[in-house]
């Protein structure tokens, strides 16, 4: 039988009904009203199309399904939701306020948000794939320009022999004196992550590093019940397993959590405004606040501030190479 479905909205459009009750008019057609439970408070910790996985208080998973007058709620809202009774289902009734949005750009020079209440990016480095402060500096600065804070994780620290370690730490230091927080861990033998973990108390913090650093073997540690694909080579077929899931987020205790999300993970990648270089590097843009010109860009204009430090050593010149990298786009291919 024909569907009158394209007359009736039609029809809807023409003579809107003023006195229409609208939750009932926008809840998904199969489901009773009648049937959803008071409202409860959650955390969406997946997303799919029109519906939403959210942990309840428990963090048990309901499936909840949206509706059409929903803000569109993304990984690590917290929201409130209805139990359909007898069933593993309900909806998503509203989100709250979010402290925190990190949106990614689209093709299109839109953006898109892609998780909620991120407190903090943990940025996931290994001795291999090499690490290069180009790379670092990209990060830091994008962390930057979403206003979150970083903490640097350098992982697979198994691997390297106490020979090599110094080196390591001696390139790291720079960052350490800037104030970003360094951590050494293994994710393959859980060296350093407990103590990692204690320190992440009350964040939710969102993963991200390149591919390879061991972000997907971090999770697998750190929930080991939970099937985590890594980029390990299966013995059998010889070939690389596929790694990309969808977002996700993780409860490491009642107040901490962990966002994945493959579209974020490499978010240092990303496009970036020369105003975000020149706010990322935070101790080029602190003195560059002295410099004659309010828009210098520190290349090689008269009276700057940044130039002057460099001379004498009070900013690094590896640090100020990058920034020019940068900001003179030299890198754009990464766009
Ligand atoms: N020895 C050692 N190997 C590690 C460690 N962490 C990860 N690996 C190995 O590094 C490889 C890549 O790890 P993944 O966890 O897949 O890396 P990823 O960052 O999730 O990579 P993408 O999914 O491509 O983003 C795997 O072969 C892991 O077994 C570690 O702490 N020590
Ligand atoms: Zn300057």
Redesign the pocket.
Known sequence: MAKPEKKSSKRWRKKPNKQVNYTKQTVDRNIDEESLLDPEQGIVISRFGQQVDIADESFNTIRCFLRKSNEVPVVGDRVWFRRQKDLPTGILVELEPRRSLLKRPTPHHGVKPVAANIDLIAL?L?PEPAFSEVLLDRYLVAAQASQLPVWIIM?????VAHSEQEAIKDRLKLYQDLGYPIYY?????GEGVDQLVKSLKGKQLLLA??????????I?YLFPDMKI????VSETSGLGTH?TTASRLYRLDDDTYLVDSPGV?EFGLWHLEDEDIKQGFIEISQIGEQCKFRDCKHLNEPGCAVLAAAKEGSIAASRLKNYRHLIQHFDQPFA
Do not use: F, M
């Open positions: 996931l290994a992982n697979k620290w198994d691997t861990i293994s994710s393959k033998t590093g390149q591919s390879g650093v061991g972000k997907s073997t971090l697998g694909a890594t980029g390990e790694t993970r």
